[in-house]
Nanobody, 123 residues
């Protein structure tokens, strides 16, 4: 069982930066790949980024590649998402999720989810 709590969301102007953090509790955190998803109002939840158990491999959605960076610290049981050059279309609720299945982009392949943190990018 893994519990996830996101933090770091907020309101930022276009071109600005935010850093999201996800704190995990429970056993075997380092066994899970950790992903970030987002959901805009009225839209489906979409994949943003994922990092494997060791931090050695990552995968990004094309829409955020080169602007967002995912990282993890297994000793602290945290996974972060550094978001730079933010755009209004990045607005949404950002969710942290854990999967035992490795680098996955489908939300239905994730076992555990946090409650989400709101990110709003103004133009």
């Amino acid at each position: 069982q893994v519990q996830l709590v996101e933090s770091g969301g907020g309101l930022v102007q276009a071109g600005g930066s935010l850093r999201l953090s996800c704190a995990a509790s429970g056993r075997l955190f380092s066994s899970y790949a950790m992903g970030w998803f987002r959901q805009a109002l009225g839209k489906e939840r979409e994949f943003v980024a994922v990092i494997n158990w060791s931090g050695g491999s990552t995968l990004y959605a094309d829409s955020v590649k080169g602007r967002f960076t995912i990282s993890r610290d297994n000793a602290k049981k945290t996974v972060d998402l550094q978001m730079n050059s933010l755009k209004p279309e990045d607005t949404g609720v950002y969710y942290c999720a854990a999967t035992i299945r490795g680098l996955r982009v489908g939300a239905n392949e994730y076992n555990y989810w946090g409650q989400g943190t709101q990110v709003t990018v103004s133009s």
